[in-house]
């Protein structure tokens, strides 16, 4: 194999990664939609940015001053860690304003990409 043929693989490979990625984004969006739709909030929310982490916040029962969290991440060394953290109890509020408990607090933490849709198109019913 000569190394036009190996970047042509590489190119391919990229390219099929790309597909998959915007297959996976466009498949949350939808999943985040139908979630805040079941939560009687709007679903074309999940598209603007900051506005969307807002209405995750009233899904999830917690104050708007809590959006601040998004800038958790500039301060250095511990940011990222206390975003960690907020996002745990957001996702657990989201997990019990859905009738779940830890355990699914953790699978939205771990695997968001599993977790979300099966909020979104499970039988799940907002009790906030």
Same mark, same amino acid.
């Given at each position: 194999?000569?190394t036009?043929?190996?970047?042509?693989?590489?190119? %391919?490979?990229?390219? %099929?990664?790309?597909?998959? &990625? #915007?297959?996976?984004?466009?498949?949350? !969006?939808?999943? @985040? @939609? #139908?979630?805040?739709?079941?939560?009687?909030?709007?679903?074309?929310?999940?598209?603007?940015?900051?506005?969307?982490?807002?209405?995750?916040?009233?899904v999830?029962?917690? /104050? &708007? &001053?809590?959006?601040?969290?998004?800038?958790?991440? #500039?301060?250095p060394?511990?940011? /990222?860690?206390?975003?960690?953290?907020?996002?745990?109890?957001?996702?657990?509020? !989201?997990?019990?304003?859905? %009738?779940?408990?830890?355990?699914?607090?953790?699978?939205?933490?771990?695997?968001?990409?599993?977790?979300?849709?099966?909020?979104?198109?499970?039988?799940?019913? @907002?009790? %906030?």
């Open positions: 194999m000569n036009e043929q190996l970047l042509g693989l590489f190119k %391919g490979m990229g390219t %099929g990664m790309l597909i998959v &990625w #915007i297959a996976i984004m466009v498949f949350m !969006i939808v999943s @985040w @939609w #139908i979630v805040f739709k079941k939560a009687g909030q709007p679903g074309w929310a999940i598209l603007i940015p900051i506005y969307n982490f807002l209405v995750i916040l009233r999830a029962g917690k /104050p &708007w &001053w809590w959006v601040f969290a998004i800038l958790l991440p #500039i301060i060394f511990v940011g /990222p860690f206390l975003l960690l953290v907020a996002m745990i109890f957001i996702f657990h509020g !989201i997990s019990k304003n859905f %009738g779940q408990g830890a355990g699914f607090t953790v699978g939205l933490v771990l695997l968001s990409v599993v977790f979300v849709p099966i909020l979104a198109f499970g039988d799940y019913k @907002w009790q %906030g």
